[in-house]
């Protein structure tokens, strides 16, 4: 069955410190791995879109990593600010489908 | 703001009723996605249109249908609705068909009552 699954389902950690979030997904056959931020309520924003062949992408302060042969993915935020208190989505792309994640609740306290 | 456009912004009807949700996508991009985010099932995929043709399916049902007409808007139609078609739906926008990045519009929160 494919499927996406995200860890851990929430973090709280203070302003300034640096997270990592993963993303397990068993989703076939593969086109590309999306992260994507979503503030409550709004429609979700594109940080990084990752194919086969690609191992790290960074857009900022986001760096997104892909381990195609174990099928993990990881975000890692550097330096938290405020405004990175969101939902982190993963989307696997399996041939004609998009495949969600459950996301993981970021909080990012002063 | 992403450049994408989608009316009405809220919806409120009843059970039974038909719908339609339109999206207009950022100027240029040829491809329009159609997302549905619920409480308990999260965000799923239902339709893909690539310059008025469509492309991939999703999770969608069968009271469900899309197009996306020659100007490239968008219209979802939603029939026979059930309390549990209350959810945000939006749409997205891309340039290119697979590998694109996706601008998502602000959604449009269908309330069935």
């Known amino acids: 069955k494919n499927q996406v699954e995200q860890s851990p389902q929430s973090l709280i950690i203070l302003e300034g410190k640096n997270c990592t979030l993963q993303?397990?997904?068993?989703?076939?056959?593969?086109?590309?791995l999306r992260w994507y931020k979503q503030d409550t309520g709004r429609g979700p924003v594109s940080l990084t879109i990752m194919t086969f062949s690609e191992n790290t992408k960074s857009n900022g302060r986001y760096t997104a990593t892909l381990d195609a042969d174990t099928k993990q993915s990881s975000l890692h935020i550097t330096a938290s600010q405020l405004s990175d208190s969101a939902s982190y989505i993963c989307v696997v792309r399996g041939g004609q489908n998009f495949v969600f994640g459950p996301g993981t609740r970021l909080s990012v306290l002063p | 703001d992403s450049g994408v456009t989608q009316t009405p912004k809220h919806l409120i009807t009843a059970t039974g009723q038909r719908v339609t949700l339109r999206c207009s996508p950022r100027?240029?991009?040829?491809?329009v996605y159609w997302y549905q985010q619920s409480l308990d099932q999260g965000l799923q995929f239902l339709i893909q249109?690539?310059?008025?043709?469509?492309?991939a399916k999703g999770n969608i049902l069968e009271r469900f249908s899309a197009q996306q007409f020659p100007d490239l808007h968008s219209e979802l139609n939603l029939s026979s609705l059930e309390l549990g078609d209350s959810a945000l739906y939006f749409c997205?926008?891309?340039?290119?068909?697979?590998?694109?990045?996706?601008?998502f519009g602000p959604g449009t929160r269908l309330t069935v009552l």
């Open positions: 249109y690539y310059n008025g043709e469509e492309r």
């Open positions: 997205a926008s891309s340039l290119l068909d697979t590998r694109g990045t996706q601008y």
């Open positions: 100027s240029g991009d040829l491809s």
């Open positions: 993303c397990n997904y068993t989703v076939s056959p593969f086109s590309n």
